[in-house]
């Protein structure tokens, strides 16, 4: 009989292993109205893994698994709801398969870190690889000597340059975290560099919201562990090494002061800076309001469809996750969605002060600003991610409040 060790050890190398290959080597394979992209079959075939284990260790091994069943009803109740919604509304099931993935991978995730003895760290970790790898694979698709807002750093594999800047936002957190918890000076300098290429792939994207995130992420964290002396430093080190980078920023610095700082040659709005996702938010408000069935049950996954006065010809996206959810679902589960959300605050802001506790905690806000900014959720190469995250702040909203690591 194969002991629960080696079992830890494995499902601890399996997510790994899909981790590196979604983030580094992410690419479509099917095309299509829904796609299939690489990351979705890894895990896929990890869940199937996952089911395999979790069934042998239950059957023949006195090893308790907890199969959180409040949350999977919860996720099937869920998933029958949206698909009802899609199917009375007349939308698009690849809504609904993208939204089925994301809150499944919750379940298994769950699943896994209740269960069995996952170094959350070494996950971090990997992270950082993956990271690494999806950088340097970007940017080698690059034209980098001519940054411009108007060219900005492609990642469709990952979904799109913010989805992915917001994902290399967390991940940068990630990094200072390590840095800290670590005192090997290789590693330190590993972990460096590591963040510089960060640095340059973040802005290479444009993502405001993206480098916003990272941002809040960095002083809550840096702030808690009592290093503040950074928040000076790190800005300042950063525009040194960018214009040292590549000179092209000085040539096209009113651009890209107008990116970040909105356009000051002409008369300055909000709505104006946050490139059209006001008038979709207040559009959205108007239809969700317009009738009493959508504001109780919703309009459906995938009904979103509006004209806005900027560039883009159509808008599918509320570009806020808490308004997409709102919008689709209506007001009866989006309350619910919302009290678990606040649970989940709740217990995540009373753990204790490790560093470890404020790393989750940071990872936490992060994706709170972030969902808010836009509809990352919806994004089917990354449901694998935001699946970890989550089970990881469920994992930990369970625990009692105490030292993790």
Excluded at 4 to 18: G, P, R, V, Y
Excluded at 120 to 137: E, R, S
Aim: hydrophobic content about 55%.
């Amino acid at each position: 009989m194969i002991g629960i060790k080696k079992i830890n050890t494995f499902i601890t190398l399996l997510i790994s292993i899909s981790v590196i290959l979604s983030l580094g080597f992410n690419t479509k394979l099917i095309d299509g109205g829904t796609p299939i992209y690489l990351s979705q079959l890894v895990f896929t075939i990890s869940y199937i893994i996952f089911l395999v284990i979790i069934f042998l260790v239950t059957l023949f091994s006195n090893h308790r698994v907890d199969l959180n069943f409040l949350s999977l009803f919860f996720i099937f109740f869920l998933i029958a709801y949206s698909a009802f919604g899609v199917s009375i509304n007349g939308a698009s099931f690849s809504e609904q398969i993208k939204f089925s993935f994301v809150v499944v991978s919750i379940w298994f995730f769950l699943v896994i870190f209740s269960s069995f003895k996952i170094n959350l760290d070494t996950i971090f970790k990997v992270l950082l690889v993956g990271g690494i790898i999806a950088c340097i694979t970007f940017i080698s698709e690059y034209n980098i000597l001519d940054i411009n807002p108007e060219k900005r750093l492609k990642a469709g594999r990952l979904g799109g340059y913010n989805a992915f800047a917001f994902i290399l936002s967390q991940i940068m957190l990630i990094a200072i975290h390590l840095f800290f918890s670590n005192k090997s000076f290789l590693l330190r300098s590993m972990i460096s560099l590591a963040f510089i290429l960060f640095t340059i792939t973040i802005f290479l994207t444009f993502s405001r919201g993206g480098l916003f995130c990272f941002l809040v992420g960095a002083v809550f964290y840096l702030y808690k562990i009592k290093q503040k002396k950074i928040f000076v430093i790190t800005p300042v080190l950063i525009l040194l090494a960018l214009p040292f980078f590549d000179i092209s920023i000085i040539s096209n610095l009113d651009a890209i002061s107008d990116r970040y700082l909105g356009d000051t040659s002409s008369s300055f709005s909000v709505a104006d800076y946050s490139t059209g996702r006001v008038y979709v938010w207040f559009s959205l408000l108007d239809e969700s309001f317009a009738s009493l069935r959508g504001f109780v049950f919703g309009h459906g996954l995938g009904n979103i469809l509006i004209d806005t006065p900027t560039s883009w010809t159509y808008v599918r996206s509320a570009h806020n996750q808490y308004l997409e959810y709102f919008y689709s679902f209506g007001f009866i589960i989006f309350s619910l969605l919302f009290v678990l959300l606040f649970w989940l605050s709740n217990r995540l802001f009373k753990l204790n002060n490790t560093r470890h506790n404020i790393l989750i905690i940071g990872l936490f806000i992060q994706i709170l600003i972030g969902i808010g900014l836009d509809s990352y959720l919806q994004t089917s190469q990354i449901g694998w991610y935001f699946g970890i995250m989550i089970a990881i702040f469920i994992h930990h909203a369970k625990r009692e409040i105490q030292e993790i690591t």
